[in-house]
């Protein structure tokens, strides 16, 4: 009796010992199974977020500025983006910002998104906020009055102003005391080059760009070169603004200043044609010709008359004319006359007056042929 009892005690143990590890088993393998599965899901969420964040789309508003207004939540950011189509996965970019970038700020601005362009680029845009822009470009050789029209014609401000408005905001020349304690204007000083403004830009934070960029260009190693050639900086600037409208070969700038110089160090009148144009606009009498009046007039920008430098800058000056202005060849020359057979704007200079009576009268003889 005991046997049988010890028997089945003993298939009962077995019994049981057998179902437990059975169970353990299967717990183990759902676990294991739950696992994998866990982790399968969570590499295609991480696939399918991260290829849907990254991928560029194409859309129809590349040219079209999209405003993000002030004071916009996160999500209605968004829903301005996926309506206008910028953004094409707007569940897996909420999920991002929910549970990635919590803190992401998303500025208000005028946007341009280009082609294509995921999620993840548009996000990285809005992180910086951007107004609308448009360029400005101020032409090499210009002066304050050609440069005073365009501003008030691309940038007119709120309220508008005029160009007589913005001319006088050009007599601010305690933004270049440091650099020119003597100017009475800011001609010379105003860089032409290509700038992008905000619309809204008004013209006086226009003209402190200008002038800003104009001393990020000037190299403080100019200021010695300066010296060693006896010129002040704002000789410089003059003898700058010359070369810029007398040539635009690059190349051959030097030899205009040397010419220049050889010219102040004989007592002899510049003689440039440049300074009478100048004294027209100055007098607002210029109508894109040099008449008798603008060469004969009693005026101290009369390089004609005049020796030596005018008293200021005639236009705003490029780097290259600067660099020239500082680097001039050693040359004899004394006059120049436009070679018309290049045709590419340079000249042919002469050292003696008998040479350049005949290079002018081959160019007399071109220029009634053209006439």
Request: no cysteine; proline share 5%; hydrophobic share 40%.
């Amino acid at each position: 009796m005991f046997s049988n009892i010890e028997g089945r005690a003993t298939a009962w143990y077995s019994f049981h010992s057998t179902s437990k590890y059975n169970f353990g088993i299967k717990f183990v393998r759902r676990l294991l199974a739950l696992f994998f599965l866990t982790v399968l899901v969570t590499g295609g969420l991480a696939f399918w977020l991260y290829n849907t964040l990254h991928t560029p789309v194409t859309h129809s508003n590349a040219t079209r500025y999209i405003t993000i207004e002030q004071g916009l939540a996160s999500y209605r950011i968004l829903e301005v983006l996926e309506d206008n189509q910028v953004i094409q996965a707007p569940l897996s970019t909420k999920i991002y910002l929910r549970f990635f970038k919590k803190n992401a700020k998303l500025e208000a601005g005028d946007y341009l998104f280009p082609l294509p362009i995921s999620p993840i680029e548009v996000l990285n845009q809005l992180k910086d906020g951007k107004k609308r822009t448009k360029a400005l470009t101020i032409p090499e050789g210009w002066t304050r009055f050609e440069i005073a029209k365009r501003i008030v014609n691309q940038f007119p401000g709120g309220p508008q102003v005029t160009e007589k408005e913005v001319l006088a905001m050009m007599e601010e020349v305690s933004l270049i005391e440091d650099i020119d304690p003597t100017a009475t204007n800011l001609e010379g000083y105003l860089y032409p080059t290509t700038y992008q403004f905000e619309l809204e830009e008004h013209p006086k934070s226009i003209i402190a760009k200008m002038v800003e960029q104009f001393k990020s260009i000037w190299q403080p190693e100019w200021d010695e070169l300066a010296r060693k050639i006896g010129k002040t900086k704002r000789e410089i600037v003059i003898i700058a603004s010359l070369i810029e409208n007398e040539s635009k070969v690059d190349a051959e700038r030097v030899l205009v200043v040397s010419l220049i110089y050889n010219r102040l160090e004989r007592g002899i009148p510049l003689g440039i044609d440049a300074t009478n144009v100048y004294i027209a606009k100055l007098l607002g009498r210029w109508d894109g010709i040099i008449h008798k009046s603008d060469v004969e007039i009693d005026h101290p920008y009369n390089t004609r008359k005049v020796y030596g430098l005018p008293p200021g800058p005639i236009s705003s000056a490029s780097r290259t004319a600067i660099e020239a202005a500082l680097n001039p060849a050693q040359t004899d020359h004394l006059y120049y006359v436009l070679n018309v057979e290049a045709g590419d704007g340079s000249h042919h200079f002469y050292t003696t007056a008998a040479e350049f009576a005949k290079g002018k009268a081959a160019y007399q003889r071109w220029l009634s042929k053209q006439r």
